[in-house]
C-alpha cells in the first residue's frame, strides 16, 4: 500500500522560503508522478507542480512558476517542493500525491501540511 507523509510546513513571512517534504514508501515508483496540490481554506484544491518519478521531468502551475521547485531524491524516496519568494496567497494546506503509469488520477494522497504566509 502506498503512503505519502507531507512535512516541513509551518509559518513564515511573505518572502521567505519553507522546503516541503514527502516520504513515499509501500512499492517501487517507478513510471509514477508525483505532485503536490494546495488547498485554501473556501477555495477548491489546485495543482502546484508535478515530477515524473524516472525522468525527472517537471511542470508547475503559473502562480508558482519561477518561484517552487520541485525535486526527487530516490534514495529517500522523497520528493520536495522547494518554495521561495512566499506570498500570503500561497498560504494553504499542501498535500502529496502519487499517480500511477497510464491513470488519469491522482490516487494516493498524503494527510497534508499546512503552509502559512504572513503578510
Known amino acids: 500500500q502506498v503512503q505519502l507523509v507531507e512535512s516541513g510546513g509551518g509559518l513564515v513571512q511573505a518572502g521567505g522560503s519553507l522546503r516541503l517534504s514527502c516520504a513515499a514508501s509501500g512499492r517501487a515508483f517507478s513510471g509514477y508522478s508525483i505532485a503536490w496540490f494546495r488547498q485554501a481554506p473556501g477555495k477548491e484544491r489546485e495543482f502546484v507542480a508535478r515530477?515524473?518519478?524516472?525522468?525527472?521531468?517537471?511542470n508547475y502551475a503559473d502562480s508558482v512558476n519561477g518561484r517552487f521547485t520541485i525535486s526527487r531524491d530516490k534514495a529517500k524516496n522523497t520528493v520536495y517542493l522547494q518554495m521561495n519568494s512566499l506570498k500570503p496567497e500561497d498560504t494553504a494546506v499542501y498535500y502529496c500525491?502519487?499517480?500511477?503509469?497510464?491513470?488519469?488520477?491522482?490516487?494516493?494522497w498524503g494527510q497534508g501540511t499546512q503552509v502559512t504566509v504572513s503578510s
Open positions: 515530477i515524473t518519478w524516472s525522468g525527472g521531468y517537471t
Open positions: 500525491a502519487a499517480r500511477a503509469p497510464l491513470v488519469n488520477e491522482y490516487d494516493y
